[in-house]
């Protein structure tokens, strides 16, 4: 199985750019493009966070709109920008978002690597926090299959990056959630977005990861006082493919756009150095 993932959208309407700079509906339409030429095409896509900007019902109509052309089932879960009902109701066919009455958390039983959803917004806050009753919840749907390959997907990452103004708007109390994890070693991976980067630490006995912004990329700036910027850094996005041999996931980052090649290693006969 190969489980595909992108994040941090911020489909806006009309072709307005984000901060007047960033096409997000024209990157959006590369990746989903690349994606679908990938000579190993995912099995399926989770998409974590931040689909749209403002969460308006017209961002939405345009975010599936763009989504319409991708040649395998995907699945949509919040972000801080994005409004729960106003998600909902663009996406009426995908039953799963009524799985956890009023937060969109779920589970996807329909592949080798199971898929848990947990929603992390807190309405008109950046930063993102999980309740009790969905850490209750983790417990008892990780308790019910624990042979079986699992990963986690959620808007914020569970752990501090060194980027300043990224962390100021991080997940509150994340060692409630490693407590949970840490009892569940099928947890292969907690699947991240918000952070534009690929960032990786362990956690709680397995590994999180956060993955790449689809149009811009958060600066890579390690000090507790970076200023909030962004830059045009090549978009991302992650494939995650189950080794059922090895009975392990192995996560890749792909970049989005054309470059040259591929070459090949040997000229004729010889080796190239």
Known sequence: MILGQISDLHIKTDGKKSYRVVDTAESLRRCVAQVNGLKQ???????TGDLVDFGKP?????????????AMPYYLLPGNHDERNALRAAFPDHAYLQQGGERIEYVIEDHPVRIIALDTVIPRQSGGALSPQSLQWLDEVLAQQAQRP????MHHPPF???IGHMDDMGLADPQALEAVVRKHPQVERILCGHLHRSIQRRFG????TTCP???HQVQLDLDAQAP??????PPGFQLHWWDEAARSLVSHTAFIGEFEGPY???DGDELID
């Open 41 to 47: 095409r995912p099995d399926a896509l989770v998409i």
């Open 58 to 70: 017209s961002e939405y109509a345009c975010l599936r709109e763009l989504l319409a052309p991708l």
């Open 150 to 153: 699992t990963v986690i997907a």
């Open 160 to 162: 501090t990056t060194g």
């Open 205 to 208: 006995g397995t590994l999180a």
């Open 213 to 215: 912004g689809v149009s």
């Open 228 to 233: 909030s910027c962004f830059v045009m850094e």
């Open 264 to 266: 090949p290693f040997y």
